[in-house]
């Protein structure tokens, strides 16, 4: 049975930035990074592989050097590593990207069972949380959203039941495998590499399926088969900040000016 955990390959966000004048981000020179989110749902997959046998495969839909991520999952354990890469898979949105990873998915469940399909709850670079959930709905699997705890797997019966975490609250669901599990950082903590690992991970074989092998309508993938586009990405303005008094040789006098200004600004009541 396959546990397959989406992972993406993302820029570090604390490294970006913006070009003034096109007004979108700059790639060149920086790093990048596995979603955080993603390890999450990679470690999942393979605690399955560890408790239960089953076959974990990490799934990552990208450019050719998405190979690099994969090659960090193999070195953590995965059975098997498969990158999505085609030039007419670029600029997707949420929509087109989860048509990709469905359809590669439903391959791998013809050839294997299906039991759970593992995405980190979003992305760092989107924030849109919609992946996930539009890969389940391609392929009819019951969504498990916002996972922070497995309580219970049973493989021959095939239900599991888990927990979500919800704003103030926990919710416990139960459902028929095979599903969709978006997970949060609560549910585990990753694992690390050991270094025979890594040097095994530089020889392991990633298969790459290029459209040729999924043969999806170019219409439907990619910047073509993208109902959103992005216009632009902008830094948001921000005021520039007032500096009231000597904090270090005088600090009661600042604090005193501090509140005459919120006192006059009405933010302050005493």
Same mark, same amino acid.
């Given at each position: 049975? %396959? ?16 070009? $003034? ?6 790639? @060149? ?14 470690? @999942?997959? !393979? +605690?399955?592989? /560890? ?7 990490? !799934? ?9 991520? %994969? ?12 990158? !999505?890469? /085609? ?5 997707? /949105? ?12 439903? +391959?791998?469940?013809?050839?294997? @069972? ?41 493989? @021959? ?11 103030? +609250? ?6 028929? %495998? ?39 309508? $170019? ?38 000016? %501090? ?12």
């Amino acid at each position: 049975m %396959l546990a397959i955990a989406c992972i993406k390959q993302v820029p570090d966000t604390t490294q970006v930035q913006i070009d $003034p004048e096109t007004n979108t981000l700059v790639r @060149e020179g920086i790093p990048f990074i596995v979603n955080p989110y993603d390890t999450h749902a990679l470690e @999942e997959s !393979l +605690r399955m592989h /560890d408790q239960f046998g089953m076959r974990s495969i990490a !799934l990552s839909m990208g450019p050719p050097n998405t190979e690099a991520t %994969l090659r960090k999952a193999c070195a953590l354990g995965v059975d098997e590593a498969i990158l !999505l890469s /085609d030039r007419c898979f670029g600029g997707a /949105d949420t929509l087109a990207t989860s048509n990709v990873l469905a359809t590669a998915i439903d +391959r791998l469940a013809q050839e294997e @069972e299906l039991g759970i399909v593992f995405c980190g709850k979003q992305t760092i670079d989107g924030d849109t949380a919609q992946v996930g959930p539009g890969i389940a709905s391609r392929l009819g699997l019951q969504q498990l959203t916002l996972v922070d705890k497995i309580e219970h797997l049973d493989l @021959e019966k095939k239900t599991i039941r888990v927990r979500r975490k919800l704003e103030g +609250r926990h919710e416990i669901v139960e459902a028929p %495998l095979p599903v969709m599990i978006t997970t949060v950082r609560e549910l585990n903590r990753p694992r690390y590499p050991t270094v025979p690992m890594r040097l095994a991970a530089r020889d392991v074989e990633v298969r790459t399926w290029d459209n040729a092998t999924l043969q999806i309508d $170019p219409e439907t993938v990619g910047l073509k088969g993208s109902p959103t586009w992005v216009c632009k990405i902008f830094s948001p303005e921000r005021d520039q900040g007032e500096i009231i008094g000597d904090g270090v040789n005088d600090p009661d006098g600042t604090a005193d000016l %501090l509140i005459d200004k919120l006192l006059s600004k009405d933010l302050l009541a005493l």
